[in-house]
């Protein structure tokens, strides 16, 4: 089973529908005691850093999080969800994050030409940086749906996928069990679907 | 790079998609949550709806739709038609919507802009602007159309980026179910004075008016249309196929 991380920040519709399309059942919980119980973690989020973050440290969701990347289950980070897998953010001051992976989250417009528009919102190919289980169903080049301003960077070895947006953005990130995912494959078409299901192979 | 979004509208009223000419002669089309497959299927990039609907109990089964449709396709949804207040961002957010789209609502009380980009961020917030040329100037209507406001097209978008709009939706009166293509000159006026994205509305008769329209006025984002896709005489697919020939960059499924 699959548990959805429910702390208070953003529409968990379309995700849960997405998992119920491609036959996965799904658990979405605050509950730490219920998450515990799941195979693997969808940690989502929309919103900005800060307060995401907070509300996942008030609802002692963090330790849940952390708990399931020590005992190894995979764990997919989507949207703000990937950011915070991240050590730190630059959104709006400087932010702790779990620290799951390397590198920081940044405001893209410090990387790319003034004339392009921010957030970074529409359909945008991957390119897929490294072979990776994540890519199992999906080709390179394939169409995925953004919407965000800040990206990160530094990353070390965790890019497996880029989006080219005035410069290289990070568009997708794994370090063994942790994965995560700027794009929302829950908005993604067939393509994303493809991406979940290969998650939920992992 | 980022690709230009195609957008069929789906107007719906007591459950069923209808579209106008000229916002009048309202004529049934088809099942929304049929056409909504078939649209996303073919390549549409995001669906919009617009509740047109007065009676209560057609809202609710507008959101019975707007679930349905959700729950079984999977691109961005955008919703509007009835939105006044927070709480009817919350009701259509709830039930899979993405974005919701402001308009009379917006004009009657330009807080809502602001209350809805706080609370939902602005990425959630498009304003939807139904404009038409009055005495050498832009004019916003209201009410499906019906209504000069007096107020200045440009001067009201500007403004309601600055209140948080994420999007923007300009749909011209004067060119819309003429089908001689979009209004590019009232589009180049607003591209000029906003950074968010532009969504061209009205007047798509053929493919060649989406090329033109991305061709001409690249800073605009995404082209939506309603009958032409309803009425299959542009299909999505062909029309994808046609903007990546002319180098326009395109999500081909």
């Known amino acids: 089973m ?186 993604s078409g067939p393509v994303g679907l493809n991406i979940l299901r290969a998650f939920c192979e992992i | 790079m980022i690709t230009k979004r195609i957008i069929p509208c789906l107007d719906v009223r007591d459950g069923r998609v209808v579209k106008g000419t000229n916002f009048l002669g309202l004529r049934d089309v088809s099942n929304p949550v049929d056409l909504a497959r078939l649209y996303s299927e073919s390549g549409a990039d995001e669906l919009v709806f617009y509740d047109i609907t007065a009676s209560a109990e057609g809202r609710a089964l507008f959101t019975d739709i707007l679930r349905e449709v959700a729950s079984t396709i999977f691109i961005p949804l955008t919703v509007g ?19 919701v789209s402001v308009n009379s609502g917006a004009i009657r009380n330009p807080q809502l802009i602001e209350e809805a980009a706080h609370r939902y961020g602005d990425q959630c917030v498009v304003l939807s602007v139904d404009a038409k040329r009055v005495a050498g100037r832009y004019h916003v209507f209201a009410k499906g159309g019906r209504e000069d406001t007096g107020m200045d097209a440009i001067e009201w978008i500007r403004s309601g980026v600055a ?13 819309d179910g003429v089908k001689q293509g979009f209004d590019l000159e009232m589009l180049a006026a607003v591209c000029a004075v906003v950074q968010v994205p532009v969504i061209a509305s009205g007047g798509a008769g053929c493919i060649q008016h989406f090329i033109d329209l991305f061709q001409t006025l690249p800073q605009v984002d995404a082209g939506l249309a309603a009958s032409i896709f309803h009425y299959g005489e542009v299909e999505i697919r062909d029309l994808k196929q046609q903007l990546a020939k002319n180098d326009i960059v395109a999500r081909l499924v």
């Open chain 1, 2 to 187: 699959i548990a959805i991380i429910d702390y208070g920040v953003g529409n968990l519709f379309s995700l849960r529908s997405s998992f119920a399309m491609i036959g996965e059942d799904v658990l979405v919980s605050g509950d730490a005691e219920r998450i515990r119980s799941a195979e693997r973690i969808i940690l989502p989020g929309v919103g900005a850093f800060e307060d995401a973050a907070a509300k996942l440290r008030q609802t002692n969701l963090d330790a849940a999080v952390l708990e399931a990347a020590a005992a190894g289950k995979p764990i997919l980070g989507i949207c703000l969800g990937m950011q915070l897998l991240f050590e730190k953010s630059y959104e709006y001051g400087e932010h702790q994050g779990l620290a799951l992976l390397k590198g920081s989250v940044v405001d893209m417009r410090k990387a790319i030409p003034a004339d392009l528009k921010v957030p970074h919102i529409g359909w945008n190919a991957l390119h897929l940086k490294r072979p990776h289980p994540l890519f199992r169903y999906i080709q390179e080049g394939d169409c995925v749906y953004f919407v965000h301003s800040y990206y990160a960077t530094d990353c070390d070895q965790s890019v497996i996928a880029t989006a080219e947006y005035g410069a290289e953005l990070t568009a997708a990130v794994a370090a063994g069990n942790v994965m995560g995912c700027q794009f929302h494959p829950e908005k």
């Open chain 2, 81 to 99: 038609g009835g939105i006044n207040t927070v709480e009817d961002f919350d009701r259509v957010l709830k039930c899979g919507a993405d974005k």
């Open chain 2, 163 to 175: 209140r948080g709009a994420g999007e923007i939706v300009l749909n011209s009166i004067d060119t």
